[in-house]
């Protein structure tokens, strides 16, 4: 008798554990449909839809939406809630990271960053690709600068088709003119046959990168509408800052990451276009991709993805062209 199931049958076994999203989900989404003036979400993708819109960035094809994996390892920007990460801890059961994963495959979206040091999540992604699970991965690393190579081999030992050198870390190189410490983080996840990229909230990280002549194979960089940071009084965003640093889920450079990204030739993921959860997909997704970026990651709940998805899959036709060209 077979141990594992099919791939075909592990996914369909977990997708038809989760309802069909309705047009509108919740009290909050009510409230986002009000405060926007928009209609309802479109419903769910059917079968025999047309593939995801995808990119290449180097060896690797992904589809222009990526999971991103903080939620499932219980990292979450709760404001000022206490709880958060460890409701999420205790909601993202390892059959629940496999399901969001697998409604992930189902309705196209095909790669996912994750958190190696979580061991949890590592082990759980082993045990669905050992199934038949088929999303890549790309390594969020925060390595110390005295061991550059070790998580990077890890990352590559166990399979993954990618690393990006995690914001904080690449603002903080960059800020601390250590710029030669992400060169080297560049050249060993090549090395190792990694996709590669170099993460940033701050859009000096970026431009240094660019300045100093590494190669990275995209960047990361946060991007959403100014209609939220930018009517926030400078007495509100020092709070935030001081009680966040740069690492928060506000973009305070979004003009500025528009303007300076039209001339970067390299790949761009945009990250925390949904600020968390303060911006609805609808708007967050069509800012970031008619703006430039060539990527959008993030955070989804399994009750999230299929919406998410559809939403990407509408604003992607929408936008075939735009001021700077798709680079992936």
């Known amino acids: 008798m077979a141990t594992h199931s099919t791939r075909r049958d592990f996914l369909k076994k977990s997708v038809a554990a989760t309802a069909a999203v309705p047009l509108v989900a919740s009290l909050e989404e009510y409230a986002l449909l009000a405060q926007e003036g928009r209609a309802a979400a ?3 993708a059917s079968a025999g839809q047309e593939p995801f819109p995808t990119g ?3 060896k690797l094809k992904m589809s222009r939406i990526i999971c991103g994996g903080n939620l499932i390892s219980g990292y979450a920007h709760s404001r000022d809630l206490m709880y958060v990460s460890q409701l999420l801890k205790a909601y993202f059961t390892e059959e629940k990271i496999m399901e969001t994963w697998a409604r992930c495959e189902e309705h196209g979206i095909d790669t996912m960053i994750s958190i190696p040091e979580d061991k949890k999540a590592l082990e759980t992604w082993r045990t669905y690709r050992a199934r038949g699970g088929k999303i890549q991965c790309i390594a969020q690393l925060a390595p110390p600068k005295s061991d550059l190579a070790t998580p990077i081999k890890q990352a590559a030992d166990a399979g993954m088709e990618g690393a990006v050198l995690v914001g904080n870390q690449g603002d903080a190189w960059t800020r601390e003119d250590a710029v030669d410490k992400i060169e080297q983080f560049v050249s060993l996840a090549k090395a190792q046959g990694l996709v590669v990229g170099v993460g940033g909230h701050e859009l000096r990280t970026p431009l240094v ?7 990275p194979d995209f960047y990361m960089k946060t991007l959403h509408s100014t209609n939220y940071w930018s009517t926030r009084r400078p007495d509100q965003q020092k709070e935030v800052i001081d009680n966040y640093g740069a690492d928060n889920y ?17 790949p761009w993921m945009a990250y925390k276009v949904l600020a968390a959860g303060a911006i609805h997909p609808r708007a967050g997704f069509k800012h970031a991709f008619q703006n430039g970026a060539d990527f959008c990651i993030v955070g989804m709940f399994d009750f999230q993805v299929a919406e998410d998805a559809a939403v990407a899959r509408a604003v992607l036709k929408e936008t075939p062209q735009r001021k700077r060209p798709w680079r992936a």
């Open 250 to 266: 506000w973009c305070m450079d979004p003009e500025e990451t528009i303007k300076a990204m039209q001339d970067v030739a390299c």
């Open 209 to 215: 990168v660019e300045a100093a002549g590494i190669k």
């Open 42 to 44: 479109p419903p769910p």
């Open 56 to 58: 290449t960035i180097g």
